[in-house]
């Protein structure tokens, strides 16, 4: 047993901090060679619970450094800064398979970090800890605003920077899902970039190509956006649809483009034909696994050589970003052909690849936990069917750490006259 007299410190710093920022957890005044575990805990909007812990053993001094220390055990292992987050996992009696992002960005993520004596597993919750202190990781900056907007058939949500502006603008697409998630866009403003994330799934509704353009002039005209200076990023299907933007180059001129685990399929009528032409003439290449999980890449093998996106017309800088263990859409392969078609055309220059062994489909934000397998309802399914995304959770956190990282210099390097100019985000 630990003295009476002995008070751990625990620390977390900065306790209040971007969700794409890096934090320090610090455990001083312990007994040396002390082992002790330290624990996250995190109640979600919907009140699931999900954790993570690490097993450490405090030094000479009586400190344990998690971003210089090793963890022995836990739900990961080895010098890792931010394990406490990105390997999150549900609490037993939790809902499983949902991604730890807020649907309200206005008010923080917060996270639980304790420490408890010796090496732990479980019970948690039942163990008074030596130490806790709660820290809040937030997606906007002070004085950052969130506007909603439906004029002209548009609908979505924009996030303005603080300050008098002018700013370069991003037209976020989010994957095929009926709430777009504000995360990015909110991160993305808090980087100093007017970002509009627009909602294209509407029940009843169908989206062509001419909605996502008139998505752009509302942003190109807005008057805090510097109308040549905005940037496209789409992920999954919005990645698709951002793809088919660039090469319309007689309609818009975006300054440069991300597309994260996306293809160079062609939407051709609207994004809901498009899902159902590309996939339910090929459901039959659909595999199922042991635990009967969709496993969908096969849908969109092979790559076709016609139905598929001019890429010679790109004139803008692009960005793909791909995981190599992709269950979902064959993206490694299509950013492979993609290169190919640019390489030929004389434009191989414009073009960066990012491609990650081991990580899934859903490359999101740094530090989040990773969805290997969630509910997805596809248009020719009459029910949620439970679907395969791939990732393993190490590499994946790195991919998601890495990419959002080159993501913001690639943006600001083509956006920003003057990268250099990008305005400090704080709290």
């Not at 998690?66 to 990961?76: E, H």
């Not at 790109?314 to 960005?319: D, E, F, K, V």
């Not at 992709?326 to 052909?337: G, P, T």
């Not at 390489?343 to 990012?354: M, N, P, R």
Request: proline share 6%; hydrophobic share 40%; aromatic share 10%.
């Amino acid at each position: 047993m630990m003295a009476g007299a002995v008070h751990p410190i625990l620390s977390v710093c900065p306790s209040r901090a971007f969700f794409t920022e890096k934090f320090r957890v610090l455990v001083e005044n312990l007994p040396p060679g002390l082992s002790v575990t330290l624990h996250s805990l995190h109640c979600s909007e919907k009140e699931e619970y999900w954790d993570a812990f690490g097993h450490y053993v405090a030094d000479n001094k009586g400190t344990v450094d998690v971003s210089k220390d090793a963890s022995l055990g836990g739900t990961y292992t080895g010098k890792e800064q931010m394990g406490l987050l990105w390997s999150m996992i549900s609490v037993p009696g939790s809902m499983e398979y949902t991604v730890l992002l807020r649907a309200d960005v206005v008010t923080p993520q917060e996270v639980l970090i304790s420490v408890f004596q010796g090496h732990l597993s479980a019970g948690f919750r039942q163990k008074p800890p030596l130490a806790s202190v709660v820290a809040q990781r937030w997606y906007m900056a002070p004085g950052q605003k969130r506007i909603r907007v439906q004029e002209k058939e548009i609908d979505g949500i924009l996030f303005i920077p603080p300050g008098p502006g002018p700013f370069p603008g991003v037209i976020d697409l989010w994957g095929y899902r009926e709430n777009a998630s504000e995360c990015r866009p909110a991160l993305l403003a808090s980087q100093g970039f007017v970002a509009f994330v627009v909602n294209y799934v509407i029940p009843g509704r169908e989206f062509t190509m001419d909605y996502f353009l008139r998505a752009f002039e509302f942003l190109q005209e807005h008057p805090l956006v510097i109308s040549n200076r905005v940037g496209l990023i789409g992920m999954s299907q919005g990645a698709v649809v951002a793809l088919n933007m660039v090469c319309r180059t007689e309609a818009i001129s975006p300054r440069c483009c991300v597309s994260v685990s996306g293809s160079h399929l062609l939407v051709e009528e609207s994004v809901d034909k498009m899902m159902n032409h590309n996939f339910k003439v090929k459901k039959h290449t659909i595999q199922r696994n042991e635990q009967n999980h969709l496993i969908i890449r096969n849908a969109t093998l092979p790559l076709p050589n016609d139905a598929t996106i001019n890429m010679e017309n790109i004139n803008c800088p692009l960005l793909l970003v791909v995981g190599e263990d992709d269950l979902n859409f064959a993206s490694a392969e299509c950013a492979e052909m993609m290169a190919k078609r640019m390489h030929k055309a004389g434009k191989e220059h414009l073009l960066t690849i990012l491609s990650y062994p081991g990580a899934g489909h859903i490359i999101n934000l740094p530090y989040n936990n990773l969805i290997r397998t969630a509910y997805f309802r596809f248009p020719f399914y009459d029910q949620q069917e439970m679907t395969m995304w791939g990732g393993h959770t190490k590499p994946h956190a790195f991919a998601e750490e890495d990419s959002w990282d080159k993501i913001l210099i690639f943006l600001k390097q083509h956006l920003y006259t003057d990268p250099q100019s990008v305005p400090d985000a704080a709290l």
